[in-house]
Structures are given as structure tokens and as C-alpha cells.
């Protein structure tokens, strides 16, 4: 959600980022309602300021003066209650609008229509060679009996899997490394809720975007009164909106800036705008662990940025430490959403893919979500700023584990353990069978 006044005063500025994000909202529309939305505004206080001067002034009436005033009453709180509810559909309708109005882009992110026109800025490692004929990582599972994707459809449907064995222990260590990392880092660390009410899915901006992407509850349970639920639920896809709605309707000190937040979670995802996809494997699923960093800073830009930056650094570092070969992406304006001032993409070089996979989404969405979710802090002279949040995947698993055992197999069809993750599964080296 962007600031009204700074929409009114730079429409031209809004207008291109509609455009250059591919979306469909009418600002002009927009514009209008808020311009009726103002003016009603300014007549139901007069309407109201009116009633209460009546309201002062009957009590020292008598006769027909009194009665002409009380009929004078009754039309105004009549036509009172006409604008209030005409006000009340107004406000509905530009509180749904203004939700879909998108943050202005960075001057230097790249403009383009969808994922083609990323721009690589920066690699490191090289793609391993093979001098055998190397397995997916679909392969190694079956032939290592350390992933079932057979039994995972079977029991949990399109895009299930079960893992297995070293796969299962691999999976904790590394989900565990990157969450103690994190921690050893200063962030807080938290469990967070993945069962969500509207409001956190509002606020992180994955409504109303990304609501066919959100699995929603059909049976949500009782209330503390044995009454049926009458509120809805939803399963979060990312221990984004649960850290952010943790700081909801909250004014933080300057001093107590940044927060920093890593949430832990599992996640699920309907994956309704990725069909035909990556149908294959572990690559795209409906439910999986993540652990997430998110900063909470001042409104300042450049500092905003520079978090973006060590957010990214700090995923990096952990890819750099499993060894992996990985490079970032700058997203283009029409792949990164209509929140986002500046993102990047974090892939990962998988073998079978014979390309990088994307494994890490580096985010600053600036106050586009503090002004949904009301996330404020005083600064040192006694003003209340909305503060500007970022976010970026520390790791997901188990697509990660593709990178894993694909660029780590041995000829013999072992696959050699990230010497970091050792101490956490416990073993070297998955051997053959």
C-alpha cells in the first residue's frame, strides 16, 4: 500500500509502475473514488458538527420552536445516515483498490514483460563436470531408496513425496545449519504459525495477488465457546506473513531498529499459476520447510538497500558453505511483483536442469507492507514513521536437496555430504547399494 499523498502527488510515477509490472488498476478510477471519498468526508462532519449544535440547543427550546428544530433534526440525521452509507461502499471499494496499487520500482531495476528479461549481475563457482553419466537427483533417491516420489503421490496426491532415510537427515541438517547460522548472526529466531488469518495475508501482500497460490481451510474448528468458526483460515506458503503480522499495530523505537527476524516453518503452496511446471521431482511441491529472514529498518532508503544487500549475503554465504554453485538475478519489473521496490533471485546450479534453479527470492518492499499491516516506530524527535521491511529465504528444503545430490554423486553412485552438514546428519557419505 503506498502513501495517498504521495499518490495524488505523483500519478504519473504510479501509472508507469502499473505498467511496467504488468498490472490491471485503474489509478484514474482510483483517483476519483478518493476525490468522493474526501468530499463526503468533509459533509458528513458538517452534517455531524450540525447535529451536535442541534442537539445543544434543544434542550433550551420550548413550543414551536422546539418542534420546528426537532423536525429540522430528523431530516439531517436521515440524510446523515444516506452518506454514511454511501460513504461506507466508497471506502469499501477504495480500501480494495488501494491494496492492488503497486510500489514504485527501483531506477535500477530492468524493465521487461516476465522472468526473460532478468539481468544476471554476479556468479560464483563453476558447474561441475561429470566425467560419468550422472543421475538426477529422481535417480539417485529411487536407486539410494532415499526418496519416493511413487508413495508420496499415492498418499498425498499431485507432487507428493516422502523422503527417506539419509535424504530425511540431510534435509533436517541443512534446514538446521541455515536456522543456527542465523541465530549466530544476531537475528531473533522464531517458530511461527503456518495456520494464518486474513489480515497477515493482506498485510504481507500475498492477498489479494497470490490467493489462488494460498491453500484455504474448509473445516476450521471450534471456538472457545464450542461454537463453529465462522472466521476463515489459511495455509501460509512462507513464514513471511507470520513474522510480519508478529509486529502488527506496533510503534518500535528508532533504538530497537533493525529487527531482525528468522521464521521457521513448514509451507504450502497450491502452485495454481505453475501448471506443466516442473512436474518432475522435488523441484516444485505443494508443501516443504523454509527458514526465512526478514528486517524491520528506519524509512531511509539507502538503508533499506543496504540491508537488501547483506540479506543476500547472508543466504550466499550458506550456499557458499554447502559448496554449491549459484548466481543472483536482478527481477525485472514484470517478474517481481507488485510490492517490491528492488528484488533478487538467488539460483542454484542444478545438474539435471543442465541450468541454475531458483532457490532464493531477496526482497525490499520498503513501507508497501508496514502501512497494511499499521507497523510504525518513533523516531528520537517523537514522529511515528511506518518502518520499511525486507525479506529473503535463508533456505527451502528439499529443493535445495537437488543441488545436494546432484552436484555432490560419485561415479559409483554414492553421494558425498557438504563437510558443514556432517556433524548435524551424522554421516560422510550416502553409500551405493
Given at each position: 500500500?503506498?502513501?495517498?499523498?504521495?499518490?495524488?502527488?505523483?500519478?504519473?510515477?504510479?501509472?508507469?509502475?502499473?505498467?511496467?509490472?504488468?498490472?490491471?488498476?485503474?489509478?484514474?478510477?482510483?483517483?476519483?473514488?478518493?476525490?468522493?471519498?474526501?468530499?463526503?468526508?468533509?459533509?458528513?462532519?458538517?452534517?455531524?458538527?450540525?447535529?451536535?449544535?442541534?442537539?445543544?440547543?434543544?434542550?433550551?427550546?420550548?413550543?414551536?420552536?422546539?418542534?420546528?428544530?426537532?423536525?429540522?433534526?430528523?431530516?439531517?440525521?436521515?440524510?446523515?445516515?444516506?452518506?454514511?452509507?454511501?460513504?461506507?461502499?466508497?471506502?469499501?471499494?477504495?480500501?480494495?483498490?488501494?491494496?492492488?496499487?503497486?510500489?514504485?520500482?527501483?531506477?535500477?531495476?530492468?524493465?521487461?514483460?516476465?522472468?526473460?528479461?532478468?539481468?544476471?549481475?554476479?556468479?560464483?563457482?563453476?558447474?561441475?563436470?561429470?566425467?560419468?553419466?550422472?543421475?538426477?537427483?529422481?535417480?539417485?533417491?529411487?536407486?539410494?531408496?532415499?526418496?519416493?516420489?511413487?508413495?508420496?503421490?499415492?498418499?498425498?496426491?499431485?507432487?507428493?513425496?516422502?523422503?527417506?532415510?539419509?535424504?530425511?537427515?540431510?534435509?533436517?541438517?541443512?534446514?538446521?545449519?541455515?536456522?543456527?547460522?542465523?541465530?549466530?548472526?544476531?537475528?531473533?529466531?522464531?517458530?511461527?504459525p503456518t495456520i494464518?488469518?486474513?489480515?497477515?495475508?493482506?498485510?504481507?501482500?500475498?492477498?489479494?495477488?497470490?490467493?489462488?497460490?494460498?491453500?484455504?481451510?474448509?473445516?476450521?474448528?471450534?471456538?472457545v465457546s464450542a461454537?463453529?468458526?465462522?472466521?476463515?483460515?489459511?495455509?501460509?506458503?512462507?513464514?513471511?506473513?507470520?513474522?510480519?503480522?508478529?509486529?502488527?499495530?506496533?510503534?518500535?523505537?528508532?533504538?530497537?531498529?533493525?529487527?531482525?527476524?528468522?521464521?521457521?516453518?513448514?509451507?504450502?503452496?497450491?502452485?495454481?499459476?505453475?501448471?506443466?511446471?516442473?512436474?518432475?521431482?522435488?523441484?516444485?511441491?505443494?508443501?516443504?520447510?523454509?527458514?526465512?529472514?526478514?528486517?524491520?529498518?528506519?524509512?531511509?532508503?539507502?538503508?533499506?538497500?543496504?540491508?537488501?544487500?547483506?540479506?543476500?549475503?547472508?543466504?550466499?554465504?550458506?550456499?557458499?558453505?554447502?559448496?554449491?554453485?549459484?548466481?543472483?538475478?536482478?527481477?525485472?519489473?514484470?517478474?517481481?511483483?507488485?510490492?517490491?521496490?528492488?528484488?533478487?533471485?538467488?539460483e542454484t546450479w542444478?545438474?539435471?536442469?543442465?541450468?541454475?534453479?531458483?532457490?532464493?527470492?531477496?526482497?525490499?518492499?520498503?513501507?508497501?507492507?508496514?502501512?497494511?499491516?499499521?507497523?510504525?516506530?518513533?523516531?528520537?524527535?517523537?514522529?511515528?514513521?511506518?518502518?520499511?521491511?525486507?525479506?529473503?529465504?535463508?533456505?527451502?528444503?528439499?529443493?535445495?536437496?537437488?543441488?545436494?545430490?546432484?552436484?555432490?554423486?560419485?561415479?559409483?553412485?554414492?553421494?558425498?555430504?557438504?563437510?558443514?552438514?556432517?556433524?548435524?546428519?551424522?554421516?560422510?557419505?550416502?553409500?551405493?547399494?
Amino acid at each position: 500500500m503506498l502513501d495517498i499523498n504521495f499518490i495524488r502527488e505523483n500519478p504519473d510515477k504510479v501509472k508507469k509502475a502499473i505498467v511496467d509490472k504488468q498490472l490491471s488498476v485503474n489509478l484514474d478510477a482510483f483517483l476519483l473514488l478518493d476525490e468522493k471519498r474526501r468530499a463526503l468526508i468533509v459533509q458528513i462532519d458538517e452534517m455531524r458538527r450540525s447535529q451536535n449544535e442541534f442537539n445543544k440547543k434543544v434542550v433550551n427550546l420550548t413550543g414551536a420552536e422546539k418542534e420546528r428544530f426537532i423536525v429540522d433534526m430528523k431530516v439531517l440525521s436521515g440524510d446523515l445516515k444516506t452518506k454514511e452509507s454511501e460513504i461506507a461502499k466508497i471506502e469499501k471499494k477504495y480500501n480494495e483498490m488501494s491494496l492492488m496499487i503497486p510500489n514504485i520500482p527501483s531506477n535500477d531495476t530492468p524493465i521487461g514483460l516476465d522472468e526473460s528479461g532478468n539481468v544476471e549481475i554476479e556468479k560464483w563457482g563453476e558447474p561441475i563436470k561429470f566425467d560419468f553419466n550422472p543421475k538426477d537427483h529422481i535417480a539417485l533417491g529411487k536407486d539410494l531408496n532415499i526418496i519416493d516420489l511413487e508413495k508420496g503421490v499415492r498418499t498425498s496426491g499431485f507432487r507428493g513425496y516422502y523422503l527417506k532415510n539419509e535424504a530425511a537427515s540431510l534435509h533436517m541438517a541443512v534446514l538446521m545449519y541455515s536456522f543456527n547460522k542465523m541465530r549466530e548472526k544476531g537475528f531473533e529466531v522464531m517458530i511461527t504459525p503456518t495456520i494464518l488469518r486474513d489480515f497477515a495475508l493482506v498485510g504481507s501482500g500475498h492477498f489479494p495477488f497470490g490467493k489462488d497460490d494460498i491453500y484455504e481451510l474448509a473445516n476450521t474448528g471450534k471456538e472457545v465457546s464450542a461454537a463453529e468458526a465462522k472466521e476463515t483460515f489459511y495455509l501460509g506458503g512462507t513464514s513471511e506473513p507470520s513474522v510480519l503480522a508478529y509486529f502488527a499495530d506496533t510503534v518500535l523505537d528508532e533504538a530497537d531498529l533493525p529487527k531482525m527476524s528468522c521464521g521457521f516453518s513448514q509451507c504450502y503452496r497450491n502452485e495454481v499459476g505453475s501448471y506443466g511446471k516442473d512436474t518432475k521431482g522435488l523441484y516444485r511441491i505443494h508443501e516443504f520447510m523454509k527458514v526465512e529472514q526478514v528486517v524491520l529498518c528506519k524509512d531511509d532508503i539507502r538503508e533499506s538497500d543496504e540491508w537488501l544487500e547483506k540479506l543476500k549475503v547472508n543466504s550466499q554465504e550458506i550456499l557458499k558453505d554447502l559448496k554449491l554453485p549459484h548466481r543472483v538475478i536482478q527481477v525485472c519489473t514484470g517478474d517481481m511483483g507488485a510490492g517490491k521496490r528492488k528484488m533478487y533471485d538467488i539460483e542454484t546450479w542444478m545438474p539435471s536442469r543442465g541450468n541454475y534453479g531458483e532457490t532464493h527470492s531477496d526482497s525490499n518492499l520498503t513501507d508497501w507492507q508496514s502501512r497494511r499491516l499499521n507497523i510504525k516506530y518513533k523516531t528520537k524527535d517523537g514522529q511515528k514513521k511506518y518502518v520499511y521491511a525486507l525479506n529473503n529465504t535463508v533456505i527451502a528444503s528439499p529443493r535445495i536437496l537437488i543441488a545436494i545430490l546432484e552436484n555432490n554423486q560419485n561415479e559409483d553412485g554414492s553421494i558425498t555430504v557438504p563437510e558443514v552438514l556432517r556433524p548435524l546428519c551424522g554421516f560422510e557419505k550416502i553409500p551405493s547399494r
